[in-house]
Nanobody, 117 residues
């Protein structure tokens, strides 16, 4: 079965940087897109960034200019480079995969990012 495993979360001070990684495994023949979402306490899950098979990226306005998404489809990995972090970025970050263009059907367990001094 398809599995997504995130890594790289942790505690970082305001203004700091962190890179999240997500590795996909299982019977994957192609990847249409991979993305990152986040959910802060008491809030809805929200879109952060995505990258498709043509390497086109989409970044949420809330993190544009601070976050960068990159992927290595050969290795079935996607990364989220986060800079200039603020306490508002504190959330559980989830990796998601759209394998066939039908939407994000596969999700990781999430990794906690806490921005605090």
């Amino acid at each position: 079965q398809v599995q997504l495993v995130e890594s790289g979360g942790g505690l970082v001070q305001p203004g700091g940087s962190l890179t999240l990684s997500c590795a996909a495994s299982g019977p994957i023949f192609r990847v249409n897109a991979m993305g990152w979402y986040r959910q802060a306490p008491g809030k809805e899950r929200e879109f952060v960034a995505s990258v498709n098979s043509d390497a086109n990226t989409n970044i949420a306005d809330a993190v544009k200019g601070r976050f960068t998404i990159s992927r290595d489809y050969a290795k079935k990995t996607v990364s989220l480079q986060m800079t200039s972090l603020t306490p508002d970025d504190t959330a559980v970050y989830y990796c998601a995969a759209d394998l066939d263009g039908g939407g994000y059907a596969y999700w990781g367990q999430g990794t906690q990012v806490t921005v605090s001094s």
